[in-house]
């Protein structure tokens, strides 16, 4: 991102400054081993403050519901502050993510650009189409753009977020070269009705009782060539809108490509149900789903869901999980 993008869009999350910035220069010329080690503990050093601060404050407020819930013919909880608050009151979402670049010196910050605005209740995601790179381009440039404008769209709106709304302002605003898929998703915790807009392989599934009952569809033209909005290709008329009911404990998973590529739902899930039971942090939570599909994506034995669906459409023999940016975001749906 260029300093001009810094300035003006502060609220975008790239790896820059938690990942890429301080390793790439210390281990790029070293061993694949050791450069794997160091981005592992990266990584982890990366969610140590997350990991003190958030975990243990959802843990009491996860503990402080449960109590609730025993006080019978009582509408009233204390939240995490210790003042009381009425349960009849509208659904809410604490969210977190967590993004992993692909090896690619040439495009240090990647192609995926996400944000959370957790005041506005909306978090979206975008994901540069990689093809560009064989014309020159850069096409992270174009998500972190759209991603920027999405987000100045929304700080700038008196009213709740309309995600189709701001998708087509920062689509019609972008100027760069290239183009993206884009997910964005807004709680109406007043109506308990989740909306979200979808164009392309990027995409969330929605999670209740351990089991996912939503997964937003794949979008493509064929096989890996996804719907995508640029100046010279796909428009907002392909966006796909989504209205979900959610209830509280509900948990949504959204991420680009490198998620769903390299995860089956079977895994996702599971993570989720094991992070819910824990109680862990949904910035934790993200951390853990994100680096497990990016041993997956390295994985040359894996049987990813980019490896199972590249030989039953292509014929082709691909083998291992699919080399990729990641991004994950997690978000839970709470009283």
């Not at 994506?297 to 049987?303: A, F, L």
Request: glycine share 10%; charged share 20%.
């Amino acid at each position: 991102m260029n300093r001009k993008h810094q300035i003006l869009f502060p609220y975008i999350y790239t790896p820059q400054s938690s990942l890429k910035k301080s390793m790439k220069p210390q281990y790029y010329l070293l061993q694949v081993p050791l450069h794997r080690l160091c981005r592992r503990l990266a990584i982890l050093l990366n969610i140590l403050k997350a990991a003190l601060g958030l975990s243990a404050r959802w843990r009491r407020k996860m503990a402080t519901a449960a109590a609730a819930e025993t006080i019978s013919g009582l509408e009233l909880e204390d939240d995490i502050n210790g003042s009381v608050v009425d349960l009849t009151k509208g659904l809410e979402m604490t969210m977190g993510s967590f993004y992993i670049s692909k090896d690619d010196p040439s495009k240090p910050q990647g192609q995926d650009a996400h944000f959370l605005l957790p005041e506005f209740q909306t978090f979206g995601l975008a994901d540069g189409v990689g093809g560009w790179s064989k014309r020159g381009i850069d096409s992270g440039e174009y998500s972190r753009e759209l991603i920027g404008h999405a987000v100045y769209s929304i700080q700038t709106r008196s009213s709740n977020p309309n995600p189709k709304s701001v998708l087509n302002e920062a689509f019609t605003k972008t100027e760069a070269q290239g183009s993206s898929t884009a997910c964005i998703v807004t709680l109406d915790g007043g109506a308990g009705k989740l909306r979200a807009v979808n164009i392309g392989d990027s995409g969330f599934v929605h999670i209740r009782g351990g089991v996912i009952i939503y997964r937003s569809p794949v979008q493509q033209h064929s096989f890996n060539r996804p719907y995508q909005l640029g100046k010279t290709n796909d428009g907002m008329d392909l966006v796909e809108e989504i209205v979900r009911e959610v209830e509280d404990g509900d948990v949504i998973v959204a991420g680009t490509d490198g998620l769903f590529d390299n995860l089956h739902d079977t895994e996702i899930k599971g993570r989720v149900r094991d992070g819910r039971e824990t109680y862990v942090s949904p910035e934790i939570l993200a951390w853990n789903i994100a680096d497990f599909a990016y041993q997956q994506s390295m994985n040359p034995y894996s049987v990813s869901p980019y490896r199972v669906n590249s030989n039953l459409v292509k014929g082709e023999a691909h083998y291992g999980g699919k080399p990729d940016d990641i991004t994950v975001i997690v978000a839970y749906i709470s009283r």
